[in-house]
Structures are given as C-alpha cells and as structure tokens.
C-alpha cells in the first residue's frame, strides 16, 4: 500500500487531481509500500531550502529530497522523503509555458516523484528516460 500527504502550506487548495496522477504512476512503476510528502509552498521557503541544500541563493520550481536515493531499504515501508513546490513559480510557469496551473502542478510533483524514484536527468541518456516516462504518465493520465 502507497501513502502520501499533500501538505498546502499556502492555502493553494486546487490539487486534488494529484491524488490520482501519483498513485496512477506508483502503480504503472510496480513501486509498493512506500510513503512521501508533497508539500506546496511558498518561494521564500523554496528558496531558504535551494541555499541550504543546493547552494543556489534563488527560488526554484520544485525540489526533491530523497531519503534513500532511490535505493531499496529493508523495511516494511520505503520512506522516499520529500517534494517541495512553489506555487508562485508554478503559478508563473503556468502563464509564461500557456499550459495551465493544472498541468504544470502535475508536471512538478510528477518531476519531483521521479526524483525521489531514482530518476534523474544528470546526462542525456538519463535525460531522455525520465523526461520520456514523464510524458507517457502525464499523457496517459490526459492532463
């Protein structure tokens, strides 16, 4: 069984499509037993976090921080840690990528799960694997 919180730490309240778009694409990868956190914040909390952890003194999208990078532990629940989003860098995307603040809402915690998974885009041929695999999920989910 897959748990997940969806923490709104600004009052955004237009998320609960992600519900179906995480737990869709937990089935689809086969993950099992595993618990994570989506959180949706603020820009100065992103950015606090971007400077602490990534050195870059800037707001950012989305930002994942993996318990286990990706890697299997021996217990009865995978612990996969953390998703943070800007819902005003979201909300900005949304309008400058003309996608809508649903799509571009479910591309960033897709993104960021992906992370938590194992998935990064570090070089090209990784890249290609988990910008591919976002599409299909997002594709198939019809958002």
């Known amino acids: 069984m897959n748990q997940f919180d969806i923490i709104d730490e600004v009052g955004y309240q237009d998320y609960d499509y992600l519900d179906d778009l995480l737990k869709f694409t937990l089935k689809k ?12 914040t603020s820009d100065e909390v992103i950015k606090k976090l971007n400077t602490q952890y990534r050195g870059i003194s800037k707001t950012t999208d989305v930002l994942s921080f993996a318990l286990n990078d ?3 532990l021996e217990s009865p629940v995978n612990m996969l840690g953390d998703i943070y989003i800007s ?7 949304a309008k400058e ?14 993104h960021g799960l ?20 976002q599409k299909e999920i997002l594709n198939e989910k019809e958002i």
């Open 29 to 40: 990868l086969k993950v099992k037993n595993s618990y994570f956190s989506v959180i949706l």
């Open 70 to 72: 990706g890697m299997k």
């Open 87 to 93: 819902v005003p860098v979201m909300m900005k995307q």
């Open 97 to 110: 990528y003309q996608t809508g603040q649903r799509q571009e809402l479910s591309f960033l915690a897709l």
């Open 114 to 133: 992906l992370h938590l998974l194992g998935y990064n885009h570090e070089n090209k041929d990784d890249e290609e694997i988990m910008f591919g695999l």
